[in-house]
């Protein structure tokens, strides 16, 4: 009887080092996995604000992407917060639970990606068919002026493929010139001096934005888009560790202290 207790606790001696070795190493993971949470909720509030004008132009789908990143770094920052608890405490329960949502989290993020490389063609050409309605609605609704305005001074662009999308429209009508543009096209924007904004067709030295507003809006989401993908597909592979980590303390905890009683 009394080598079997020497047995047990030698051994129970012999996991501590792993066991304190894992909690350092989940402890630390609980760190950047709360900075990732953070940073995904500045991209999502990010994509909110600064994309604001593209998405009233779009489909309800655009704004839910946004509204996906802000709910997901919330939900990141709120089960850290548990990992680092379930880690100071090494309740075993606290661990599993941990473990668990993050492997619901894991395939939520693993669902929105899907869902929305599916979806991609589908947000693109519901942005240029609501792109191709505001010019229609140009000069009639101050709201759809405002962001067209806006996002043409911005991205330096002019109609939806090229500039010649407004001859024509309810706007050039208006202003008895079948071949005009707003100011806002104006290269160096409305308020630039010596833009000439009508009669475009025999226009010698065209002083405003020709490329159009529809490909430089999906080259810019491309390329963030790049850029977030890359880093979603980071932090679920490094979700996977915090899994193994959790699960793995979890069972030494477990294994120690049946070895004690």
Request: overall charge negative; glycine content about 10%; hydrophobic content about 45%.
């Amino acid at each position: 009887m009394t080598n079997e207790t020497g047995d047990r606790a030698k051994r129970t001696m012999a996991t501590r080092p792993a066991m304190v070795f894992m909690r350092i190493l989940l402890f630390v993971f609980d760190i950047i996995f709360w900075a990732s949470g953070i940073a995904v909720l500045a991209v999502g509030i990010w994509s909110r604000i600064q994309l604001a004008t593209f998405m009233q132009m779009s489909g309800p789908e655009t704004d839910i992407v946004c509204w996906t990143l802000i709910g997901a770094g919330v939900f990141i920052i709120l089960i850290s917060v548990l990992g680092f608890y379930a880690t100071i405490s090494s309740k075993p329960w606290l661990l599993k639970l941990y473990g668990f949502l993050l492997i619901v989290l894991f395939l939520g993020e693993l669902g929105a990606g899907i869902f929305g490389y599916i979806r991609r063609g589908t947000m693109k050409s519901s942005f240029q068919d609501g792109l191709a309605t505001s010019l229609d609605k140009y000069g009639e609704d101050s709201k759809v002026t405002d962001n067209v305005d806006d996002l043409q001074e911005t991205i330096e662009c002019c109609g939806v493929t090229n500039y010649t999308d407004w001859f024509g429209t309810p706007y050039a009508e208006s202003t008895g010139v079948y071949d005009s543009v707003p100011t806002s096209c104006c290269v160096g924007g409305a308020e630039a001096t010596g833009c000439v904004t009508q009669n475009l067709k025999t226009a010698l030295n065209l002083t405003i934005y020709t490329e159009g507003c529809y490909a430089k809006v999906i080259d810019i989401i491309d390329s963030d888009m790049a850029i977030i993908g890359g880093s979603a597909v980071g932090v679920i592979v490094f979700q996977i560790i915090g899994i193994i980590l959790s699960c793995c303390l979890a069972t030494s905890i477990n294994k120690n202290t049946y070895e004690v009683v």
